[in-house]
Protein backbone atom coordinates (compact mmCIF):
# COMPACT_ATOMS: atom_id res chain seq x y z
CA UNK A 1 0.00 0.00 0.00
CA UNK A 2 0.93 3.68 -0.20
CA UNK A 3 3.33 5.35 2.61
CA UNK A 4 3.50 8.64 3.78
CA UNK A 5 6.63 9.35 5.49
CA UNK A 6 6.67 12.26 8.14
CA UNK A 7 9.89 14.01 9.72
CA UNK A 8 10.69 14.76 11.81
CA UNK A 9 9.42 11.96 14.80
CA UNK A 10 9.93 14.15 17.67
CA UNK A 11 10.93 18.13 17.57
CA UNK A 12 11.11 20.17 20.89
CA UNK A 13 10.79 24.29 20.56
CA UNK A 14 11.38 26.84 22.96
CA UNK A 15 8.02 28.80 23.57
CA UNK A 16 8.06 31.61 20.46
CA UNK A 17 10.22 29.13 18.28
CA UNK A 18 8.45 28.59 15.04
CA UNK A 19 8.19 24.55 13.74
CA UNK A 20 7.57 22.83 10.88
CA UNK A 21 7.01 19.39 10.32
CA UNK A 22 7.15 17.27 6.17
CA UNK A 23 4.70 14.67 4.50
CA UNK A 24 6.59 12.76 1.63
CA UNK A 25 5.19 10.23 -0.86
CA UNK A 26 6.89 8.55 -3.40
CA UNK A 27 3.25 8.53 -5.38
CA UNK A 28 1.20 11.63 -6.50
CA UNK A 29 -1.04 12.07 -3.40
CA UNK A 30 -4.68 12.38 -3.73
CA UNK A 31 -5.16 14.41 -0.98
CA UNK A 32 -3.77 15.57 2.28
CA UNK A 33 -5.31 15.72 5.61
CA UNK A 34 -3.73 17.16 8.63
CA UNK A 35 -4.89 16.09 12.24
CA UNK A 36 -3.64 17.36 15.60
CA UNK A 37 -3.41 14.19 18.69
CA UNK A 38 -2.94 16.05 22.32
CA UNK A 39 -1.55 13.79 24.86
CA UNK A 40 -3.83 11.71 26.01
CA UNK A 41 -6.13 12.68 23.56
CA UNK A 42 -7.44 11.54 20.00
CA UNK A 43 -6.83 12.68 16.48
CA UNK A 44 -8.71 16.32 15.42
CA UNK A 45 -8.69 17.02 11.98
CA UNK A 46 -6.97 20.49 10.75
CA UNK A 47 -7.36 20.30 7.29
CA UNK A 48 -7.71 19.41 4.06
CA UNK A 49 -5.43 19.86 0.64
CA UNK A 50 -6.44 19.27 -2.57
CA UNK A 51 -4.92 21.25 -5.07
CA UNK A 52 -1.44 21.37 -6.70
CA UNK A 53 0.66 24.15 -4.82
CA UNK A 54 -2.51 25.06 -2.55
CA UNK A 55 -1.81 26.65 0.44
CA UNK A 56 -4.04 27.11 3.64
CA UNK A 57 -3.81 29.44 6.65
CA UNK A 58 -5.85 29.17 10.03
CA UNK A 59 -4.11 31.75 12.35
CA UNK A 60 -0.68 30.72 12.90
CA UNK A 61 -0.81 27.42 11.08
CA UNK A 62 0.44 26.99 7.35
CA UNK A 63 -0.10 24.12 5.52
CA UNK A 64 1.36 23.94 2.17
CA UNK A 65 0.67 21.14 -0.63
CA UNK A 66 3.41 20.18 -2.92
CA UNK A 67 3.00 21.33 -7.09
CA UNK A 68 3.29 17.70 -7.79
CA UNK A 69 1.17 16.41 -4.87
CA UNK A 70 3.87 14.43 -3.44
CA UNK A 71 4.67 16.25 -0.28
CA UNK A 72 3.43 18.74 2.03
CA UNK A 73 4.45 20.69 5.12
CA UNK A 74 2.68 21.85 8.10
CA UNK A 75 4.39 25.42 9.75
CA UNK A 76 3.71 26.69 12.92
CA UNK A 77 4.48 30.48 13.66
CA UNK A 78 5.68 31.14 17.08
CA UNK A 79 4.88 27.94 19.17
CA UNK A 80 2.58 28.58 22.18
CA UNK A 81 2.21 25.79 24.86
CA UNK A 82 -1.29 24.66 23.54
CA UNK A 83 0.24 23.58 20.26
CA UNK A 84 1.82 20.73 22.46
CA UNK A 85 0.46 17.28 20.75
CA UNK A 86 1.42 14.71 17.74
CA UNK A 87 0.65 16.31 14.13
CA UNK A 88 -0.25 13.39 11.84
CA UNK A 89 -0.62 14.06 7.82
CA UNK A 90 -3.06 11.60 5.81
CA UNK A 91 -3.48 10.04 2.85
CA UNK A 92 -6.72 9.02 1.17
CA UNK A 93 -5.71 5.99 -1.14
CA UNK A 94 -7.32 6.77 -4.79
CA UNK A 95 -7.31 3.27 -5.78
CA UNK A 96 -9.33 1.74 -3.00
CA UNK A 97 -11.62 5.09 -3.25
CA UNK A 98 -12.87 3.65 -6.95
CA UNK A 99 -14.31 0.35 -5.54
CA UNK A 100 -14.99 0.02 -2.19
CA UNK A 101 -14.44 3.38 -0.92
CA UNK A 102 -11.45 5.44 0.77
CA UNK A 103 -8.71 4.69 3.26
CA UNK A 104 -7.04 7.10 5.76
CA UNK A 105 -3.54 6.49 5.42
CA UNK A 106 -1.75 8.01 8.30
CA UNK A 107 2.18 9.26 8.38
CA UNK A 108 4.11 8.34 11.52
CA UNK A 109 3.46 11.40 13.13
CA UNK A 110 5.74 14.25 14.39
CA UNK A 111 5.69 14.84 18.15
CA UNK A 112 5.88 17.94 19.28
CA UNK A 113 7.06 19.02 22.56
CA UNK A 114 7.25 23.20 23.37
CA UNK A 115 9.31 24.49 26.68
CA UNK A 116 7.47 27.50 28.55
CA UNK B 1 -24.19 17.85 17.79
CA UNK B 2 -20.86 17.33 16.27
CA UNK B 3 -19.22 14.79 18.50
CA UNK B 4 -18.29 10.87 18.56
CA UNK B 5 -19.22 9.41 21.92
CA UNK B 6 -17.33 6.54 22.33
CA UNK B 7 -17.92 4.07 25.49
CA UNK B 8 -16.85 2.97 27.89
CA UNK B 9 -13.70 5.08 28.10
CA UNK B 10 -11.45 2.41 29.68
CA UNK B 11 -12.00 -1.42 29.33
CA UNK B 12 -9.86 -4.08 31.06
CA UNK B 13 -10.95 -7.98 29.90
CA UNK B 14 -9.50 -11.15 30.11
CA UNK B 15 -8.57 -13.36 27.54
CA UNK B 16 -11.94 -15.70 27.44
CA UNK B 17 -14.17 -12.13 28.02
CA UNK B 18 -16.88 -11.03 25.26
CA UNK B 19 -17.35 -7.31 25.47
CA UNK B 20 -18.22 -5.16 23.05
CA UNK B 21 -17.27 -1.22 22.04
CA UNK B 22 -19.90 1.15 21.52
CA UNK B 23 -19.77 4.00 19.04
CA UNK B 24 -22.20 7.13 18.34
CA UNK B 25 -22.72 9.96 16.42
CA UNK B 26 -25.60 12.18 15.49
CA UNK B 27 -23.99 14.51 12.99
CA UNK B 28 -25.50 12.58 9.90
CA UNK B 29 -22.55 11.31 8.86
CA UNK B 30 -23.00 7.84 6.64
CA UNK B 31 -19.26 6.45 6.81
CA UNK B 32 -17.98 5.13 10.47
CA UNK B 33 -14.58 3.69 10.69
CA UNK B 34 -12.70 1.85 13.61
CA UNK B 35 -9.32 2.76 13.95
CA UNK B 36 -6.93 0.81 16.56
CA UNK B 37 -4.01 2.96 17.98
CA UNK B 38 -0.82 1.87 19.99
CA UNK B 39 1.23 3.96 21.99
CA UNK B 40 3.38 6.77 19.92
CA UNK B 41 1.75 5.04 16.67
CA UNK B 42 -0.20 6.35 14.23
CA UNK B 43 -3.93 5.09 13.95
CA UNK B 44 -4.35 2.29 12.08
CA UNK B 45 -7.41 1.44 10.05
CA UNK B 46 -9.69 -1.60 10.95
CA UNK B 47 -13.18 -1.88 9.23
CA UNK B 48 -15.11 0.94 7.29
CA UNK B 49 -18.73 1.25 7.14
CA UNK B 50 -20.75 3.04 4.77
CA UNK B 51 -24.41 3.13 4.25
CA UNK B 52 -24.94 0.70 7.36
CA UNK B 53 -22.80 -1.87 5.00
CA UNK B 54 -19.07 -3.06 5.37
CA UNK B 55 -17.44 -2.19 2.93
CA UNK B 56 -13.88 -2.25 3.97
CA UNK B 57 -12.05 -5.07 6.74
CA UNK B 58 -8.45 -4.69 6.77
CA UNK B 59 -7.73 -8.70 7.05
CA UNK B 60 -8.89 -7.76 10.90
CA UNK B 61 -8.69 -11.41 12.56
CA UNK B 62 -12.10 -12.34 13.59
CA UNK B 63 -11.79 -11.86 17.18
CA UNK B 64 -12.96 -8.42 16.17
CA UNK B 65 -16.33 -8.18 15.04
CA UNK B 66 -17.85 -5.65 13.41
CA UNK B 67 -21.54 -4.27 13.55
CA UNK B 68 -23.63 -1.13 12.35
CA UNK B 69 -26.93 -1.72 13.67
CA UNK B 70 -27.92 1.81 12.00
CA UNK B 71 -26.76 5.04 10.75
CA UNK B 72 -25.71 6.39 14.05
CA UNK B 73 -24.22 3.56 15.95
CA UNK B 74 -21.44 1.45 15.44
CA UNK B 75 -20.16 -1.54 18.02
CA UNK B 76 -17.09 -3.28 18.03
CA UNK B 77 -17.80 -6.92 19.61
CA UNK B 78 -14.34 -8.63 21.22
CA UNK B 79 -13.53 -12.15 21.72
CA UNK B 80 -10.79 -14.13 23.30
CA UNK B 81 -8.50 -11.20 22.79
CA UNK B 82 -5.06 -11.32 22.70
CA UNK B 83 -2.57 -9.07 25.00
CA UNK B 84 -0.99 -7.79 22.45
CA UNK B 85 -4.66 -6.70 21.16
CA UNK B 86 -4.20 -4.11 23.90
CA UNK B 87 -4.47 -0.75 22.76
CA UNK B 88 -6.66 2.43 22.10
CA UNK B 89 -9.29 1.57 19.47
CA UNK B 90 -10.79 4.83 18.01
CA UNK B 91 -14.35 5.16 16.30
CA UNK B 92 -15.20 8.13 13.23
CA UNK B 93 -17.21 9.22 11.34
CA UNK B 94 -17.18 11.17 8.40
CA UNK B 95 -20.00 12.85 6.00
CA UNK B 96 -19.37 11.09 3.07
CA UNK B 97 -16.69 8.12 2.29
CA UNK B 98 -16.57 8.46 -1.08
CA UNK B 99 -15.27 12.89 -0.74
CA UNK B 100 -13.07 14.65 0.98
CA UNK B 101 -14.10 15.14 4.39
CA UNK B 102 -12.22 14.77 7.48
CA UNK B 103 -12.90 12.83 9.73
CA UNK B 104 -14.32 13.11 13.58
CA UNK B 105 -13.28 11.07 15.74
CA UNK B 106 -14.07 9.90 19.41
CA UNK B 107 -12.17 10.18 22.18
CA UNK B 108 -11.58 5.84 22.10
CA UNK B 109 -11.69 3.40 24.16
CA UNK B 110 -8.49 2.23 26.00
CA UNK B 111 -8.52 -1.77 26.10
CA UNK B 112 -6.42 -3.75 28.35
CA UNK B 113 -6.45 -7.28 27.55
CA UNK B 114 -4.63 -9.36 30.93
Known amino acids: GQQVMQIPQYQHVQEGEDFTTYCNSS?????IQWYKQRPGGHPVFLIQ?????EVKKQKRLTFQFGEAKKNSSLHITATQTTDVGTYFC????????????????FGEGTQLTVNP | DTEVTQTPKHLVMGMTNKKSLKCEQH?????MYWYKQKAKKPPELMFV???????INESVPSRFSPECPNSSLLNLHLHALQPEDSALYLC?????????????FGSGTRLTVV
Open chain 2, 49 to 55: YSYEKLS
Open chain 2, 92 to 104: ASSLWQYYNYGYT
Open chain 1, 27 to 31: TTLSN
Open chain 1, 49 to 53: LVKSG
Open chain 2, 27 to 31: MGHRA
Open chain 1, 90 to 105: ADREREIWETSGSRLT
